[in-house]
């Protein structure tokens, strides 16, 4: 027999079993997945149903500096057609919750919306203040999906496992753009570099610094996409800002 008290204080000593990369191992649902997916959802039936929700909160590079978020937003509408939107989470929920497992919900949900936001920040630095690139909205949520797709190929490298098959499907979808139209490949892009980053360095951290390249790495590289965009929009002339 033990004691209430010898019981609690022998479970506070036992560390919790992690992952390669550091996170608590958790069973059950892959709950930031599964939110991310139900408010893309949402989010998309009130672009249905509400006039002005697709337009409120889509990013395009004129409007971006004066509403910043929008540069978040977008990553959560899709366009009307239905394909677009199931694309997407089915392709989020194939590779989402094996990250959301290998990194822990926190470092996921970082990648996640540092990925969104990489796309977008894509989208500003390749658009032409002086063509329709800088004014035609962009909408979905590939950008962050690239990203995940980028971070899951360092986290199969250092588990030693075949990524061949993950290189191939970015390709596949990074040569759609030239055969698709109305596909916003610069958002592809930017959080394919992002996720490509992140993972690397969720990956291939000490086991010693996990911890500290868990919070210092997503924050260099939100400080760096913010920086990109100031000076993008510094060298755009007034005329091209709303």
Known sequence: MQCVDCVGQAARSTRSARTA?????????????????????????LQ?????????????????????????????LHSTSPLHILFNMYALWLVGPFLEQAFGRGRFLALYL????????????????????????????????FGLFGAIIPVLRKLGRDARQIVVLIAINMALPFFVGGIAWQAHVGGLVVGLAIGAGYAFA????????GWALPVV??????????AKYATVPPWALL
Do not use: M, Y
Request: net charge positive; charged share 10%.
């Open 21 to 45: 990369f550091g996170a608590t191992v958790r069973e059950g649902r892959p709950v930031v997945t599964l939110t991310i997916i139900g408010l893309c959802v949402v989010s998309w039936v």
């Open 206 to 213: 000490p086991r010693e610094r996990q911890r500290l390249v």
């Open 48 to 76: 249905l149903t509400t006039a002005t929700w697709t337009q409120q909160w889509a990013f395009a590079p004129v409007v971006g500096q004066a509403e910043p978020w929008r540069f978040l937003t977008a990553a959560f």
């Open 221 to 230: 590289v939100g400080v760096l996409l913010v920086g990109l965009s100031v």
């Open 114 to 145: 540092l990925a969104a936001l990489g796309g977008s920040v894509g989208v500003l630095l390749l658009a032409d203040p002086l063509s329709g690139s800088w004014v035609t909205p962009v909408v979905g949520a590939s950008g962050a999906v």
